[in-house]
């Protein structure tokens, strides 16, 4: 079967299965990709952490579905302890502390327990099914800012890590910007950084872009900005993880590095992610936590080791762009721009 994620298979979703199995988490194992395609069925909370912590499932929007899904799941197992459900909750939301969605995902679904757990599964679907039309009308705004800034012509634009279908519930937001900006005809060439260490460039955003059927090629991170120098690259389009207030953002480490690079050949830089992204209570990047990953992602490649066993590792998986070197962040209902946030008016 061709699989097409993006549009009819989605990343994420609840499985109410059946009175032998009971209810569950489906995802696809992003771990397993490119090679195979599975998706599993996760039954428990415990599950759906390892899940989280271990990235088979990932990707801000695909965290905040885990969240509310998480709690979703712990309610219908202990439809009796409230206590239990909210500490089940926490657990899952306390897995990753950058991507703010996680956190939030949780806390829409726990704000529904007092309603029952058929209304805490309903609003953690509800949060699923908004996920499309979001991504979508946040792929549109960033394609006609993309044609403002770089003009009504086939592109060539950069990418970091996987901001498509798979951090998502469907379609993506950075790559779902350049999915659109592809079935307008404005894209000559995607370039796809590795995203060393757990390469969700080479692993994931290649794989999607080959099933988008964009021409596209892989490169290592390091080779990104000799690619900016010598005119390979019009735009860099990523998504993101939290966005504080003043539109700094954290996105998967090396986002900084390509922005500075960006910023010294003059081309723009472009954040798409949805408003669930987007922090208001911490200021500035400064209050933005980093996750700080095992060693052993760094000191090995897929299993092997690349490194003496015992080498000492630096190795956050994100780092945080000033607003200053953004072109934009862009969400489906407001794009910031030099220093100040502006509210579109949504279509009815
Ligand atoms: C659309 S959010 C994608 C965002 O999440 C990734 O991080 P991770 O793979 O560790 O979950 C990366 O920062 C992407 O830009």
Not at 45 to 64: E, I, K, Q, W
Not at 146 to 167: E, I, K, Y
Not at 260 to 265: L, Q, V
């Amino acid at each position: 079967m061709a699989v097409v994620v993006g549009t009819t298979v989605r990343t994420i979703d609840w499985d109410e299965g059946d009175a032998a199995t009971g209810p569950a988490v489906a995802v696809i194992d992003q771990r397993a990709l490119p090679g195979t395609f599975r998706v599993r069925r996760l039954a428990t909370v415990d599950a759906l952490v390892d899940a989280v912590a271990d990235l088979t499932v990932r990707g801000a929007p695909a965290l905040g579905a885990a969240g509310a899904l998480g709690v979703a799941l712990a309610v219908r197992r202990h439809p009796d302890d409230a206590d239990r459900v909210r500490a089940e909750a926490e657990r899952v939301a306390a897995v990753r502390p950058t991507a703010v969605n996680l956190r939030r995902g949780v806390e829409r679904a726990l704000a529904r327990l007092d309603d029952g757990p058929g209304a805490v599964v309903a609003e953690a679907c509800a949060l699923l099914d908004e996920d499309e039309a979001t991504n979508r009308r946040l792929g549109h705004r960033t394609a006609d800012l993309v044609t403002q800034l770089c003009g009504d012509r086939p592109l060539r634009l950069l990418t970091h890590c996987n901001s498509g279908a798979l951090a998502a519930v469907t379609w993506g937001t950075g790559l779902g910007a350049i999915r659109e900006l592809a079935a307008r005809g404005q894209v000559a060439e995607v370039l796809a950084c590795e995203t060393r260490p757990l390469l969700q460039g080479a692993r994931l955003t290649v794989w999607e872009l080959a099933q988008m059927g964009v021409a596209h090629r892989l490169l290592v991170d390091a080779a990104a900005a000799s690619a900016m120098a010598r005119g390979l690259v019009d735009a860099v389009v990523v998504g993101a993880d939290r966005i504080a207030a003043n539109g700094d953002t954290a996105n998967k480490i090396g986002t900084y590095a390509l922005a500075c690079a960006a910023a010294h050949h003059g081309i723009p830089v472009l954040v798409v992610a949805p408003e669930s992204t987007v922090d208001h209570t911490t200021a500035s990047g400064a209050g933005i936590v980093v996750e700080e990953r095992a060693p052993d992602e760094v000191r090995a490649v897929a299993g092997v080791p690349v490194a003496p066993p015992d080498t000492p590792v630096y190795n956050p998986a994100f780092d945080v762009t000033p607003a200053a070197l953004l072109a934009a962040v862009v969400t489906e209902s407001a794009t910031f721009r030099h220093g100040a946030w502006a509210r579109a008016a949504l279509p009815a």
